[in-house]
């Protein structure tokens, strides 16, 4: 069994998997199987067997009611106990990989490891809350949902259960027994549901947990193989590199063993995905036709979404930002490019611009908000509603905003806008930095151009091969830069970037009711999608261009060495750095045209569904 102390790794993991049941006791197996069993039953009853009694009887009866959340409830909770069984019948081996995987059978304990742990602990425990949170919200919905799920049953004739956690169908007449007897199944069905969803998301999160592990021995490891050569001894040359390899055959080994059992644990459920995620997607736009568009809502929620991640994944990542702009700007140990200071002058200067920017778009959509409020009221009285009218951004109070006094109104707009800007401002400023940081490294890879074309101006080989080596260690330097920036980016801005064709289709989807709010913010958006993905073509055409500034050296003429170093060398460059993303590759200008061909099929779909 593997070990739960708190200062090792899967600590917060297995110890959620213990309070939820899902990992056996010791030397009580017996009690631990029956408890399991009983509460997965428990499961299969309520989450599959009573919404699939449900299913049947609207399909036979022809009612009409939306079975999405029917089939999402049952394919989810069908897919988290085969998760968890899958798990408990493959935990010895799970328990087995944890215990070498964290000790790495001896062999090295990366630097950063017990950071690494603390934070993957903490990453674990909030997304074990996240399910708790997710339900108390679910529950909240759904208990707010009640009268209008009584008027649906009073229109069309129906007895749909209200009021309940999930969908289902039960042998009596829920909605006409006891608060009491309704308010207790309502409690154990969220119990229950709280159970199935945290036990199988933390056990999909040890997956990640063991990933991140391997990931930090890699790093070590190639620590240990920049010291192979840092000897002038042959012996402690070879002995080096065999333990690197040592090392890396284990990595490899562990590697194998995690692909085999997350295979069985998780392989089977995660096919099921897709049609769960389609029903919850048709949930979502199963909304009341009020004549109300909710394209600003959208734009709204995504964007402000995306702009938290952002700062957020900055602040995580702060400290390796820190260290990689000051070894950006060093320039005492390789060089100095030729129009350096410009370069920073000139970004400083488009870094403020760039900055005040939101705040002139939100000023402006603050004016155009106010004068919009007589149009609102007006719509509110032709259409029966009660939407808020003079708010900065769409939202509902606890409260009438609209027969609330002036000074409540002013408070809760000024305020509001303040937000808005502590949000896009940070979030803006964080995307310009990718693209001063690819401006930088343009100017490295143009001095180590210069000093390129200097390698054979000299007729002495000694000189050529002393220039030679200067350029391929500036070269290696500035490579390096490269990839630490796209794996800072990756991480900062990748995820967000998946957000933006729809942010940009919602606010073009508002431009024929607010055309200036919308322009402001629709280029606003643009404008950041194109310097984060300009800045990786820069870094892309920048570093593809020394392998042609090395061609055009005349390496036909220089000594056999020299010219096969040289050649070495272009073949290096022929390989480009480039910036990524999760999930959508290298960030360049194709990926900013495929954001915009997405908006536009997004603005399509929103102008017939939304």
């Keep these: 069994m593997y070990g739960m102390e708190k200062c090792e790794a899967f600590y917060t993991s297995l110890k959620l998997l213990t309070y939820t049941n899902t990992i056996p006791y010791k030397n009580k197996k017996l009690q631990f199987a029956i408890l399991y069993a009983a509460t997965r039953l428990m499961c299969l009853i309520t989450f599959i067997a009573l919404p699939g009694v449900h299913v049947m009887k609207t399909i036979t009866g022809k009612t009409g009611v939306d079975l999405s959340e029917d089939l999402s409830t049952m394919l989810g909770v069908t897919e988290c106990i085969l998760v968890t069984t899958l798990f408990i019948s493959s935990y010895d081996k799970w328990s087995e990989f944890l215990t070498d995987l964290e000790h790495c059978n001896n062999f090295a304990t990366p630097k950063a490891f017990d ?24 529950a909240v919905i759904a208990i707010m949902k009640t009268p209008r799920c009584k008027k ?87 002995q080096r590199l065999g333990f690197c390899i040592r090392y890396h055959n284990n990595i490899l080994n562990l590697c194998m063993r995690r ?26 736009l199963n909304v009341r036709k009020t004549g109300v568009d909710l394209s600003e809502d959208l734009s709204t929620m995504i964007g402000g979404t995306g702009c938290i991640l952002i700062t957020m994944a900055l602040i995580i990542s702060y400290e390796e930002w820190i260290r990689f702009l000051i070894d950006l700007e060093d320039c005492k140990k390789y060089a100095t490019p030729k129009d350096f200071d410009k370069t920073r002058i000139k970004l400083n200067l488009y ?72 949000t896009l401002v940070p979030a803006g400023v964080v995307i310009f930095v990718s693209y001063e940081s690819a401006a930088i490294l343009s100017c490295h890879i143009g001095e180590l151009k210069k000093y390129l074309q200097q390698v054979l101006q000299t007729e002495s080989k000694e000189e050529q091969r002393e220039r030679l080596r200067f350029c391929i260690r500036y ?95 272009v073949n290096r460059a022929q390989k480009p750095a480039t910036s990524d993303g999760i999930l959508i590759g290298a960030v360049n200008y194709p990926l900013f045209l495929l954001a915009l061909k997405t908006s536009y099929s997004y603005i399509i779909f929103l102008r017939q569904s939304v």
């Excluded at 742990?117 to 949170?133: D, E, P």
């Excluded at 692909?259 to 979502?284: D, E, K, Q």
């Excluded at 004016?367 to 708010?391: D, Q």
Aim: aromatic letters at 12%; a neutral charge.
């Design 152 to 238: 649906f049953n009073e229109e069309h004739n129906l007895n749909e259960i209200c009021g309940s956690f999930t969908v289902l169908v039960l042998p009596f007449d829920f909605n006409n027994v006891s608060l009491v007897v309704r308010s207790v199944i309502f409690f154990v069905h969220m119990i229950l549901g709280m159970f199935t969803l945290v036990t199988a998301s933390v056990t999909i999160f040890v997956t990640y947990e063991s990933a991140v592990i391997l990931s930090c021995h890699f790093g070590e490891l190639k620590k240990y193989l920049k010291e192979v050569f840092e000897t002038e001894s042959i012996e402690e040359q070879k």
């Design 259 to 284: 692909s085999h059992i997350v295979r069985y644990t998780h392989g089977i459920p995660l096919l099921s995905i897709p049609i769960i995620l389609a029903c919850i997607g048709n949930m979502l």
């Design 351 to 422: 870094s403020t611009l760039y900055g005040l920017y939101p705040l002139l778009g939100c000023l402006i959509y603050a004016i155009i908000s106010i004068m919009g409020t007589s149009r609102c009221k007006k719509f509110n009285e032709e259409n029966n509603l009660n939407e808020t009218c003079g708010s900065f951004t769409v939202l509902v109070l606890p409260f009438d905003f609209n027969n609330a006094s002036l000074v409540i109104r002013a408070v809760i707009f000024f305020v509001h806008m303040v937000l808005a800007l502590l």
């Design 475 to 569: 070269h290696k330097n500035i490579l390096n830069l490269c990839k630490r920036r796209s794996r800072l980016g990756k991480y900062t801005y990748g995820i967000p970037l998946l957000s933006i064709p729809l942010i940009i289709a919602c606010i073009g989807n508002t431009i024929p009711n607010s055309k200036i709010q919308g322009l402001f913010f629709l280029s606003g958006y643009i404008v950041g999608l194109f310097l984060v993905c300009h800045g990786g073509q820069l870094i892309i055409d920048e570093t593809l261009s020394v392998s042609d500034a090395l061609y055009e050296l005349n390496w036909y003429e220089a000594d056999v060495n020299i010219a096969k170093d040289i050649l070495f060398m």
């Design 115 to 138: 950071n690494t742990i603390n934070k993957l602990n903490l990453y674990s425990l909030l997304y074990g809350s996240y399910s708790i949170v997710g339900c108390l919200i679910y």
